[in-house]
């Protein structure tokens, strides 16, 4: 009986330890989303990322197991330091269980390494660099949903038979913009492309007339725009302005990927250029139904980014639901587990090194002819699988599973 008795104890504290390390901490459950909301990203992530979380929420009521769900937003205005303080903040004060968006690589990093030390957890969905599953990967803190460097370089890459082979780099002169044209090079060398040139503007930039004439000077075939935001809206205008299609150069305008942003453009400057995008609203019915709801509600379209993180929040709010914790390597663990089909992707799969592989699409911005309707704007070229783009595991990037 004594024996017995051990056991029975023994049991009783295991079974209570594994409630204690299978529940939602402080009571509550608190998603940060820290984004541009005042700069050039704010269209889009910033506020429309916000209403995607707050959407993700909804979805479950706005509670968890009778937890109420939170979503609080701030402003890192493209400084790491500012995202740092933030992210402290929300992580000591405010008990934030879950920081996502993060558009900006160099704040994305800066956040990261605060997450990893507090554990915390980040949802990247709109920093781009690769880096995030490669040298500064760490698959218990961390998932990279929506795009990277690596994979829009071999997306592009896959292209050039239909786009050029020799190339002119216009790039945005920070860290996103820098990985993206190495891996846009690394990518379209083996199929027999070249690059010419290379030119870097600063973020922010208004006026691409000097940084597009040496384009113009290069003759290149394509002119790659490695940019984003409103750096990407002002480049492609600068570009039709300045007759680069009208002379026979193609625009890759990489970082034109968003309806809104095309709108803001205009079909009559963007029609013609080529981009790749981890998104489009017709790919299944939660696709139409989430641009339709997020219309009603912000009366834009979203951007691939915002569609993103609905898609990221939603399945991290899908496993705090499944194990009862916010604990990240619990969490992480279950979203790994569980396919992935919603308003995003049809088919992702969260792989142990962080990276959410999906389909992705090269597509072209429709002629106004074309267009059927307001948001009817841009064509896919080609469908291409998520394991034939994004960076394989076999290459062995991530050093965090080196060490498993």
């Known amino acids: 009986m004594r024996v017995s008795g051990l056991a029975a104890s023994a049991l009783a504290l295991m079974l209570a330890s594994t409630c204690v390390h299978a529940e939602i901490a402080n009571g509550s459950i608190k998603i940060g989303v820290l984004t541009d909301l005042s700069g050039g ?87 781009g660099s690769a880096d995030f599953t490669g040298k500064a990967c760490d698959p218990d803190h961390s998932v990279h949903w929506v795009y990277d460097t690596y994979q829009i370089g071999r997306t592009i890459g896959q292209a050039v038979p239909q786009l050029g082979k020799s190339w002119f780099f216009i790039t945005a002169d920070y860290a996103f913009g820098h990985a993206l044209e190495q891996a846009v090079t690394a990518a379209i060398k083996p199929f027999g492309a070249t690059v010419v040139g290379s030119v870097k503007a600063p973020l922010g930039t208004t006026d691409f007339s000097s940084f597009v004439l040496q384009a113009q000077a290069s003759k290149a075939e394509v002119v790659a725009l490695n940019n984003g935001g409103d750096d990407g809206i002002n480049s492609v205008k600068a570009a039709r302005e300045f007759g680069l299609i009208a002379g026979g150069q193609k625009i890759a305008a990489l970082g034109l990927d968003s309806l809104p942003a095309i709108k803001s453009t205009s079909l009559e400057v963007a029609q013609g250029s080529m981009f790749t995008t981890t998104w489009t609203p017709d790919i299944n019915p939660e696709a139409a139904a989430f641009m339709k709801r997020f219309i ?56 142990e090194d962080g990276r959410m592989v999906h389909d992705v699409f090269l597509v072209q911005v429709k002629t106004p002819a074309e267009s059927k309707s307001e948001w009817d704007l841009i064509k896919v070229v080609r469908q291409m699988k998520g394991d034939d783009v994004f960076r394989p595991l076999s290459a062995n990037a991530c050093p965090a599973l080196a060490k498993k």
């Open 296 to 351: 009603e509600r912000r009366k834009t379209a979203p951007s691939t980014f915002q569609v993103g993180t609905y898609s990221a929040v939603l399945n991290y709010l899908k496993a705090v639901q499944a194990t009862n914790s916010t604990d990240p390597k619990t969490v992480i663990a279950k979203m790994r587990a569980t396919p992935i089909k919603d308003a995003f992707t049809n088919h992702g799969v969260l792989r």
């Open 41 to 127: 990203y704010e269209q889009n992530s910033g506020n429309g990322s916000v209403e995607a979380a707050k959407m993700a929420a909804e979805d479950f009521g706005g509670k968890i197991n009778g937890v109420p769900i939170t979503v609080l937003a701030g402003d890192h205005q493209n400084k790491p330091d500012v995202g740092v303080s933030l992210a402290n903040r929300w992580f000591d004060v405010d008990k934030v269980d879950v920081i996502t968006d993060l558009v900006n690589s160099a704040v994305g990093f800066a956040v990261l390494d605060i997450a990893k030390a507090k554990n915390r957890m980040v949802l990247l969905t709109s920093a």
